[in-house]
């Protein structure tokens, strides 16, 4: 690019820092509220809207599992653990299975790690349909509707394909047993085998108390125009990088890694949460991969998330107006990003950071121990409680059946 087209760029730059700045002479950012599709519900309380019944389970389809494996509580789909412990205790558990809304069976189907800490899938279709016999056979109310009236929290890479590889996942399709119950995960693809219509997808989990401990001043100049660290290259799988993130982080690695509006990288310096804090946008190359924890430290931090991903269903997106607070980039746009966000009007960047400095927008996105009213798991149940009722169809007559217990790969019809 020419030399007056960066001097250009570098104006635009310096125009924007010096009016996007977090505070104006020590007063607090302004916010301004929050609509979705739903309505303004991101404050709404569950309690009194629904009711749920937790199936009593035997502790090698949970607490025996994290167990075995700690490291569980800390990763990216340890929603699934939290989800548990905070609706044991919820208001809106029933001991009355009569009088439930909804029917949640607590499997812990990500708590297989590598030594890496990476989780494994290929146990979690045999666990899964093993804890579906058992609450089928031991109580009535699965069979009542098969599952239609049971939500599961599935929060792996594709969510009830239970594979890491898209194509696997893909060829697999989602475990036939759960093809009529509410799926709650991390995955959200439109049009896409591995997302049943009504699914609920939710944000990642990321450590909330990590992220409070790297707040900094809200006055502090967001000195950094374009921000990411991570891998641009799975340089053991895909060297090439033109499967990992569907090749969004290579195409931005060899677009702009000489660009002084970027500040990117493959290191994760210990001013990683601080930086993001610096920064006008933070970019999202999800790729497939809508779980990846930089969209809620973006949230967070109020760094205007760039998110590339085709057709991508981000968490809670009837409640939250992902449009407005983010931007958007088609996979194939990525070599024009910094013409694109160098061309955003500065009202509209405001806009953005204002709707970002929203407390409810940062709370939706965090499953904070102990949880906290308007938090990912108050979010969860108010998307539950927006299905109610349910229909009178879901209900099967006597000796009706839909889901074919025998259909899936073979290995999964495995005992467990």
Known sequence: MSGWRWGFLLLVYAALILKTGAVEHGRTQPTERISG???????????????????????????????????????????????????????????????????????????????????????????????????????????????????????????????????KAIERGILPLLQRATLVQTFGQRNHVCLNEGSITIPPYAPPQKMQTHLIPEKTPRSIF?????????????????????????????????????????????????????????????????????????????????????????????AIPWEEIGVFLDEKDVPNLDTILTSIPLDVILRKQRLLANPSMKQAMLFPQPAQPGDAFHQVLNGLARKLPHEKSIYLKPGEKILNWTAGPVGDLKPW
């Open 37 to 167: 599709s739903a309505g303004d519900v991101l404050e709404d309380d569950p309690v009194g809207r629904l009711k749920v019944f937790v199936y009593e389970l035997p502790s090698k389809y949970n607490k025996k599992i994290l167990q075995k494996d700690p490291r569980c509580l800390n990763h990216m789909f340890a929603a699934e653990i939290f989800m548990h412990r905070f609706l044991l205790s919820s208001p809106v558990r029933t001991l009355n299975p009569e009088e439930a809304d909804w029917f949640y069976t607590p499997v812990y189907t990500t708590c297989d790690l590598t030594p890496n800490g990476l989780p494994l899938p290929f146990k979690s279709p045999r666990m899964m349909r093993s804890a579906i016999q058992l609450i089928s056979s031991n109580w009535p109310y699965w069979n009542r509707t098969e599952g239609a009236d049971h939500f599961f929290v599935v929060p792996h890479d594709f969510g009830a394909c239970f594979h890491y590889q898209e194509e």
């Open 226 to 318: 374009v921000y990411f660290r991570g891998l641009f290259y799975d340089v053991g799988n895909d060297p090439e990088g033109g499967y990992y993130a569907r090749g969004a982080r290579a195409a931005v690695w060899e677009n702009f890694k000489d660009n002084p509006l970027f500040d990117i990288s493959t290191e994760h310096p210990t001013t990683y949460y601080e930086d993001m804090q610096r920064a006008v946008f933070c970019l999202c190359p999800l790729g497939w991969a809508p779980w990846s924890p930089r969209l809620v430290e973006a949230v967070i931090f109020g760094c205007i998330p760039v998110i590339i991903a085709d057709d991508i269903v981000l968490p809670f997106a009837d």
